[in-house]
């Protein structure tokens, strides 16, 4: 339900606003207010007595000494910035190396197969270990 009547504003809230508005129309009333209440602190550097000027916007600039470069200046400027580009590709991403050539091998008698043993084969510890499963696998259930 909507109500029509108007609303009271109660004294102190009338005073607080008006206080905020005269405050925050000074802003030389933080420096005489202490830190706690939101002033200045005492480490803080003085206010100059004088205003900042605003620069002249009709003053012309001064002409730069330095000249532009030329066509030939800028291309070997371009080239040897080319240049650093990729030799520091080169550094940072140097290339794999090139395989050895592969020398004709002799053709080297067959390996013979190990002689089996009753004992089962060590696995290296490389390997992970992994239980064997039996029968089919069902697929994993999805959990939220």
Known sequence: MISNARRHYSAPALLALA???????????????PEKAGGL?????????EPLA???VY???????AKPLNDEEQKKLESELTTLREQQKQLANPPPPT???AAKKAAAPAKKPPAKTAEPV????NDPIVPE????????????
């Open 41 to 49: 602190p005492a480490s803080a550097p003085q206010r100059s007595a």
């Open 99 to 101: 395989p050895a050539p």
């Open 19 to 33: 206080f905020a508005l005269a405050v925050s129309a000074c802003s030389s009333t933080f420096d005489i207010l």
């Open 54 to 56: 605003f620069p002249n």
């Open 133 to 144: 499963q039996k029968g089919p696998v069902a697929p994993p259930k999805m959990v939220n």
């Open 122 to 125: 060590k696995k290296k510890q």
């Open 59 to 65: 003053e012309q600039r001064p002409t730069r000494e």
